[in-house]
């Protein structure tokens, strides 16, 4: 029999620590226990966005090159507290624009406000259009367009001031 205290206490768990998701087994029982951040789903008033015509390749299971120095950029960005940052809420591919052939949403140096459309995150086949959460000039865009995105990893850099 399951005991649902014990299920309550693993989703405050969950809820309290800073993971996504937790799988256990115990005495035969598989319990897995998953949270999502709420997902914005948008359709282009153009109509659906098309994927570029080549799609980049899985990435493989490599770890990041931690002895790589960061470039000048990436160094000022990551010394700068003030700057917000814009995180990816899924796993997906991240686009620039709304069409392989269009003007990208935002370039480095531009003025954005709350709500304005940043990027589109493809999930699924489900094109997602990510809106800043500040107002602000974009101070890097930090993911190439049609790349691989991952779950918390920074997209962009907003100063707000």
Known sequence: MIDLDWIRRLI???????????????????V???????VTVSAAA???VAPPATSAPAPAAVPAAASEPPSAAEAEAEGDSSLAEVTSPM?????RSPAPDAPA?????????????????????????LEAEVSGTIREICVDNAEPVEFGQVLFRIDPA
């Open 12 to 30: 405050d768990m969950v809820d309290g620590a800073g993971i996504d998701s937790l799988e256990i087994s115990r005495f035969g029982t598989r």
């Open 32 to 38: 897995r226990i998953a949270k999502s951040p709420p």
């Open 46 to 48: 153009t109509g659906p």
């Open 91 to 95: 796993v997906g591919t991240f686009y």
């Open 105 to 129: 949403y935002v370039e480095t140096g531009d003025r954005v406000e709350k709500g304005q459309t940043l990027c589109i995150l493809e999930a699924m086949k489900l094109m997602n259009e």
